[in-house]
């Protein structure tokens, strides 16, 4: 099991905020888990018994909208916290969660994050930060989908990819995301974004190698986010 204490990952999070010794007691409460690409973590209307730590991986947070589809609001990746709204408000999960590659995660428990909450305030401002950061992130995202063409949001989820993946050796995007995947997230119809990604590679902003997408002139991919 590994040691919370040794975990670099929680630097990345409200748990940061935890002393030694709430880091050696949270070791013995908490679980890992291995999530498959395509797992659903949890699912939209689930009562939340605690929060995910995600170690290594990327997962989906989706909603259904009222055709049916799957809408992804929001990629959560290594060192962020999965369901810390739902265990202080104890409503169940408005989203659900489906990892988009294999992913190591840490599950603590309800108990122990309100005890942290109660005990420490340090941890307790970290988590409102968290939330409010959330809060923000919900808020530019109605509103790049309000006032942004469709262009210009695929501009910025591709410049986001990048952001929170990182690129290979090739310089292709770590996070490989289906095209459907891709126009999920930029609120659009799968065609209408792999067309679009065609004039942008025409536009000699990005790079396309099957599923693989590469990034070669972020300066105008920026200027076209804006």
Not at 125 to 133: A, I, R, S, Y
Not at 204 to 221: D, F, M, Q, R, S
Request: glycine residues 6%; hydrophobic residues 35%.
């Amino acid at each position: 099991m590994s040691k919370c204490e040794q975990c670099i990952v929680r630097e990345l999070s409200s748990l940061k905020a935890l002393s030694k010794e709430e880091l050696i007691h949270l070791s013995h409460c908490k679980d890992n888990y291995n999530i498959k690409k395509g797992d659903v973590i949890f699912n939209e209307g689930d009562l939340m018994n605690g929060v995910y730590c995600i170690k290594e991986g990327t997962c989906k947070l989706v909603k259904m909208n009222s055709n049916g589809k799957d809408t992804i609001l929001k990629l959560i990746t290594k060192g962020d916290l999965l369901g810390q709204t739902s265990i202080l408000t104890e409503d169940k999960a408005s989203l659900t969660a489906v990892a988009v590659e294999d992913m190591t995660v840490c599950f603590i428990p309800k108990s122990e994050i309100l005890g942290f909450i109660n005990t420490n305030n340090k941890f307790s401002l970290e988590v409102t930060k968290d939330m409010c950061n959330r809060l923000k992130d919900a808020n530019d995202f109605a509103a790049n989908h309000t006032h942004k063409t469709v262009k210009e949001r695929l501009a910025l989820t591709l410049l986001n990819i990048d952001k929170l993946s990182g690129v290979d050796n090739e310089g292709y995007l770590n996070l490989q995301l289906t095209r459907d995947e891709i126009a999920s997230m930029v609120g659009t119809a799968t065609e209408s974004g792999i067309r679009l990604l065609a004039e942008l590679k025409k536009l000699g902003y990005i790079e396309l190698k099957g599923k693989k997408i590469k990034i070669i002139n972020t300066a105008e991919l920026n200027k076209l986010a804006q």
